[in-house]
């Protein structure tokens, strides 16, 4: 089936920093999504990007079909984007969303 | 907005004992999931179904199984509990195929 990874798997910050979170997945995906889970287990849908770039806020997402990979920006950082950030991908021949590993963001004041 | 609710947000049972997870949406969604989330190893699927009495294995199905009698509820069975299913449970929908998916808040099961 398809692999999706996820890099960094953790990743620190001081609050007003930027960073960029990467998913690569080794086939052709129809549906490629990012969630966040805060730290009580929500998991909250972010995009939903297939292709292209979106931007709502602080954060922007690109995907680049053909190269296989998606990225997540997050600008000017805040404690509360703290938590875990989840790609997950669905292949063309696939029926449900598969999930990368994460990455743990925590963002100190 | 979607709201995805699971019938419990922390459940405790005995091994052995016959569990029932619900799950129930309320934007006439074609599609529901259930996956476990464990420290390391990410969300897997456990089932998915795409339409009333209709379900499809996942990655992870030894131990489980699903009912959907309804549209909107989506259950999940762990026929005879044992620790190794110690787990968080996260629900999910979305329209159809290719839509975003949304999550229900997440059972936190503990099987002693």
């Known amino acids: 089936g398809i692999q999706v990874e996820q890099s960094p798997p953790d990743l620190i910050l001081q609050e007003g920093a930027n960073s960029t979170l990467r998913c690569n997945f080794s086939d052709s995906v129809n549906n490629l999504q990012w969630f966040h889970q805060n730290p009580w287990g929500q998991l909250i849908n972010l995009f939903y990007?297939?292709?292209g770039t979106k931007q709502n806020g602080r954060l922007s997402a690109t995907t680049v079909a053909t190269e296989r990979y998606s990225s997540l920006y997050i600008s000017s950082s805040q404690t509360t984007d703290s938590g875990v950030y989840f790609c997950?991908?669905?292949?063309?021949?696939?029926?449900?969303?598969?999930f990368g590993k994460g990455t743990t963001l925590s963002v100190s004041s | 907005d979607v709201k995805v609710t699971q019938s419990s947000r922390y459940l405790v049972k005995r091994t052995g004992e016959k569990v029932f997870l619900e799950c129930v949406q309320d934007m006439d969604h074609e599609n529901m999931f259930w996956y476990r989330q464990d420290p390391g190893l990410g969300l897997r699927l456990i089932y998915f179904s795409y339409d009333v009495k209709m379900k499809e294995k996942g990655d992870i199905p030894e131990g489980y199984s699903v009912s959907r009698e309804k549209k909107e509820r989506f259950s999940l069975i762990l026929e005879s509990a044992s620790t190794n299913q110690t787990s968080m449970y996260l629900c999910?929908?979305?329209?159809?195929?290719?839509?975003?998916?949304?999550f229900g808040q997440g059972t936190r099961l503990t099987v002693v």
């Open positions: 997950a991908v669905e292949s063309q021949a696939g029926t449900a969303l598969i």
């Open positions: 990007i297939p292709s």
């Open positions: 999910a929908s979305s329209l159809t195929g290719y839509e975003q998916a949304f």
